[in-house]
């Protein structure tokens, strides 16, 4: 399967021009509609179970992209509680880390929040650039796709007020997996940059 490279994806200032404000953290932005296997990031982030044991949706995908050997590193890691975040290398990938977290099964905001601002610390704190994350619990665990996106995007822009956290980082990609959640998330960006 073709390889996408981050860096070449254009930018929520791109792809939302004049229909949204100018910010610098729009730059830093991307939404991108495909299997995010196939991003070459320095990191993508994993919708897991508290096992880290592999599932199916976005899980499996990972697990078979990157061969066994993932499998193998997650057994040691001994499982994940919901809202944290575990790190692995990505093998096969054509991403160099996996960052697993655990979504909550439901609609559970805070915790969902917690996924996003643990694994957006744990990066920065590892010096990751370029990351995509995968919608995290709006499959398999029933979180409504528009409710978990307004809330995700206000996390990562909330997130980004910092300074140092806006440089630490090149791009962050909302990988979603159909038209529908793109439109989601292009509607919600222009809502929360309007
Ligand atoms: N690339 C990008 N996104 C994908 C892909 C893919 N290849 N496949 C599915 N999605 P889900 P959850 C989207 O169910 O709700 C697993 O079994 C999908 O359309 O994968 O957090 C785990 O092991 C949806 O938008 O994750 C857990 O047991 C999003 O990924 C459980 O599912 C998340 O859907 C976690 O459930």
Redesign the pocket.
């Known amino acids: 399967m073709s390889v996408v490279s981050v860096a070449s994806l254009p930018t929520v200032a791109q792809q939302l021009q004049g229909k949204v404000r100018p910010s610098a953290l729009l730059n830093v932005l991307s939404v991108w509609q495909?299997?995010?296997?196939r991003l070459r990031a320095d990191a993508i982030v994993n919708?897991?179970?508290s096992s880290l044991l592999?599932?199916?949706?976005?899980?499996?995908?990972i697990h078979r992209a990157a061969g066994p050997s993932l499998l193998e590193e997650c057994k040691a890691l001994g499982g994940c509680p919901t809202g944290e975040v575990r790190i692995t290398k990505g093998y096969n990938l054509a991403a160099t880390y996996v960052y697993h977290t655990v979504?909550p099964v439901g609609e559970k905001p805070a915790l969902l929040k917690s996924c996003y601002t643990n694994t957006l610390n744990a990066l920065a704190q590892n010096q990751v650039r370029t990351v995509a994350f995968?919608?995290?619990?709006?499959?398999?665990?029933?979180?409504p796709?528009q409710n978990a996106a307004k809330l995700v995007v206000e996390t990562v822009k909330d997130w980004l007020q910092t300074e140092e956290h806006l440089q630490s980082v090149d791009r962050i990609i909302f990988?979603?997996?159909?038209e529908r959640?793109r439109n989601i998330y292009e509607a919600v960006l222009m809502a929360a940059f309007e």
């Open positions: 495909g299997d995010i296997t919708a897991a179970n592999g599932g199916g949706g976005v899980d499996g995908a979504g995968s919608s995290i619990s709006t499959g398999v665990y029933g979180y796709p990988c979603v997996f159909s959640d």
